[in-house]
């Protein structure tokens, strides 16, 4: 039917969508943040339990592997009994980790709270990309979802301007400075808890609900549904799609801060110009995708001309160079992910939504 609607499409979105939009958007920023803040005190935790880069390393990877078991626990739950329990337990869960993680006297502690804080995590997205997607229109969830996974790059931002204008106050004493900049998203944390138990739930879920119920009937496991014949293709190839995806994000994200530091280069006005890239990048491709070649045709421009542009980021010879470098890869490569939540959602139907998107996506990680 053709959309007779000229309103500007923000607009079109009542208060309570935004509310619940801006809420989920906000706490998927702080859970990166908690996540990246990590990466700028890597070399402080090196020397305050006497490790090498290898281990240092594996701080981000086992949160990356733990997620997927929050994913696919937060998932389930989310469709079974609705989405909003998983992401207030998920939300409480990783500020409680990030708390702890700070708290750590080894190194083999904080290995351990640093994969507990991956359960969280997971489990937000898990069940917050479903909550914020299903309260938008249909003919919105592009831009939606292109703004929303844009928080990762804004959790991104906030760490480096919290990096850069906290730690110096407090770099004379590291052992302590890095715990510092690991609790600095606790209050935060705390606040979004509490703004999310007045979100609505999902009315999507809730009509589906109403409807099972209507006919009798009580909601399975989502997660068994998964490997039936019907959806077990979907399963896997999005599996390797968001291998791809995370990979690459990674990749070239990880250690960044680490290189610009040994490239003598102040990391902040490059990780701003890379996550405000990132951000930009992912709302316009989200967009894109209703337009022009769908959620494929957007991410394909997005990572081709990303791959393009490796060489100025990696191997520039000049400053100018490498900021250049950094909005290329966050506009294009990390821009490419807009495109995530709406596809995965859309590759799924509402009764697996959850699981489907979660197990997906983490198992990718």
């Not at 996540?35 to 020397?47: K, N, R, S, W």
């Not at 801060?257 to 102040?266: C, F, G």
């Amino acid at each position: 039917m053709h959309d007779t609607d000229t309103r500007p499409w923000y607009r079109q979105v009542s208060p309570q969508q935004w509310k619940t939009f801006l809420t989920t958007f906000t706490a998927w920023t702080l859970d990166s943040f908690d996540f990246t803040i990590l990466t700028f005190v890597l070399i402080d935790i090196q020397q305050s339990f006497s490790v090498n880069r290898a281990l240092a390393g594996l701080l981000g990877t086992v949160t990356l592997l733990f997620r997927v078991v929050g994913g696919i626990g937060a998932g389930t739950l989310a469709d079974r009994f609705g989405r909003k329990g998983p992401i207030l337990f998920s939300i409480a869960w990783y500020t409680v980790f990030a708390l702890l993680s700070g708290m750590s006297t080894s190194y083999v502690m904080l290995f351990a709270f640093r994969g507990l804080f991956g359960i969280g995590m997971g489990g937000m997205w898990a069940a917050g990309m479903p909550l914020a997607l299903e309260h938008w229109p249909d003919k919105l969830r592009g831009i939606a979802s292109g703004i929303l996974q844009g928080g990762y790059s804004a959790g991104f931002l906030l760490s480096s301007l919290v990096y850069q204008l906290g730690y110096p106050l407090i770099s004379d004493r590291p052992e302590w400075a890095w715990r510092l900049m690991l609790w600095s998203g606790v209050i935060p944390g705390t606040m979004i808890f509490f703004l999310m138990r007045r979100v609505p739930e999902s009315p999507v879920w809730l009509a589906r609900k109403a409807a099972i119920e209507a006919r009798g009937e009580t909601m399975g496991v989502s997660l068994t549904r998964l490997f039936r014949p019907d959806l077990l293709w979907v399963t896997v190839h999005t599996s390797l799609l968001m291998g791809g995806f995370v990979s690459m994000y990674q990749s070239t994200t990880f250690w960044y801060p680490t290189l610009l530091t040994q490239l003598q280069q102040k990391p902040l006005a490059f990780l701003l110009l890379l996550n405000a890239g990132g951000l930009i990048g992912s709302a316009v491709l989200g967009a894109l995708s209703e337009h022009w070649g769908g959620r494929r045709g957007a991410a394909t421009l997005g990572v081709v001309l990303g791959l393009a542009a490796c060489p100025v980021y990696l191997f520039a010879s000049t400053t100018w160079g490498l900021l250049l470098g950094a909005w290329l890869i966050g506009f294009l490569a990390s821009g490419a992910w807009g495109i995530v939540p709406g596809y995965l959602s859309a590759r799924s139907p509402t009764e697996v939504r959850g699981v489907d998107t979660a197990l997906a996506y983490h198992l990718g990680v």
